[in-house]
């Protein structure tokens, strides 16, 4: 909308500084008066343009940032003040740690035992199911294409734990 307002406003001076120069040619005071106008309201035009709109473009910035990070900091405090019960879920610890590490450093098929997988705050396993239908859900594209493993940063043992773990979700 801004940059309409200075096409317009930039075909009104052009205009004016045209009148200004047709009034010249009869009046020269005229004239000069004429274009004086028409260009002052362009230098504040620009004025506009390179000073106030990337001033008030920062400061609309600096103010979403800080709503950002008082939302974290709300979200965080009413976090640590409910009765939460925090767990780490082995299954997404051991999808990180395989995904930062190649082959020859870890290896989740034979790192991991599936049958030691409990969190004592969580009755059932309900937990377990519903992190590998996550985890498919996420990673089903690349799963299918391996086109894709590359790009997606996974190795043939990151392949291998997902095949498991999918295969598993199927006897489910």
Not at 9 to 17: A, I, S
Not at 130 to 150: F, S
Request: glycine share 6%; proline share 4%.
């Amino acid at each position: 909308m801004a940059d309409q307002i200075d096409a317009l406003d930039r075909k009104l001076t052009y205009g004016m500084l045209l009148i200004g120069g047709i009034a010249a040619l009869t009046n020269p005071l005229l004239g000069a008066g004429i274009a004086a106008k028409a260009l002052l309201p362009g230098v504040a035009g620009i004025v506009s343009k390179f000073t106030l709109r990337p001033a008030a473009q920062t400061l609309a910035e600096r103010k979403e940032g800080e709503a950002i990070r008082q939302a974290e900091e709300n979200i965080l405090r009413e976090f640590s003040d409910a009765s939460t019960v925090k767990v780490i879920n082995p299954i997404l610890q051991q999808l990180d740690l395989a995904l930062r590490t190649t082959e020859n450093q870890h290896d989740p098929l034979l790192d991991f035992n599936f049958s030691t997988l409990e969190i004592k705050e969580l009755d059932g396993d309900k937990w377990q199911v519903l992190t590998e239908i996550a985890m498919y859900h996420i990673y089903k594209d690349i799963y299918h294409d391996p086109t894709l493993y590359k790009q997606a940063q996974l190795g043939p043992e990151d392949i291998r734990w997902f095949h498991a773990l999918f295969n598993d979700l199927k006897s489910t």
